[in-house]
């Protein structure tokens, strides 16, 4: 499967931006999907996840309470809803695609090309 993340860009601090990751052929609702960033220096981190029917979401501590995942079968795209955005978010986001919905890196087989988020204060 190939992805096509989109919808990063700049915001102030404590503004919004919705990510996007389209994925390619009739599978998508075969994989659980996620997302991860990197910021410059730091370590790849997760972020998100949600199974192949969108009935378990995981969320990193970091997140939780502003970030929301959810997906859309129909359309073979997962989303990425980002409020109360600070400048400790600012990275690169990666949407991934795995057989189970987890925070470790290694569980996915396919990573989007990332899209930069930026967050000003």
């Known amino acids: 499967v190939q992805l096509q993340a989109s919808g990063g860009g700049l915001v102030q601090a404590g503004g919004s931006l919705r990510l996007s990751c389209a994925a390619s052929g009739r599978t998508f609702s075969s994989y659980a999907m996620g997302w991860f960033r990197q910021a410059p220096g730091k370590e790849r981190e997760f972020v998100a996840a949600?199974?192949?029917?969108?009935?378990?979401?995981y969320y990193a501590d970091s997140v939780k309470g502003r970030f929301t995942i959810s997906r859309d079968n129909a359309k073979n795209t997962v989303y990425l809803q980002m409020n109360s955005l600070q400048p400790e978010d600012m990275a690169v986001y990666y949407c991934?695609?795995?057989?189970?919905?987890?925070?470790?890196?290694?569980?996915?087989?396919?990573w989007g090309q990332g899209t930069l988020v930026t967050v000003s204060s």
């Open positions: 991934v695609a795995g057989r189970w919905e987890v925070a470790a890196p290694l569980q996915y087989d396919y």
């Open positions: 949600i199974s192949r029917s969108g009935g378990r979401i």
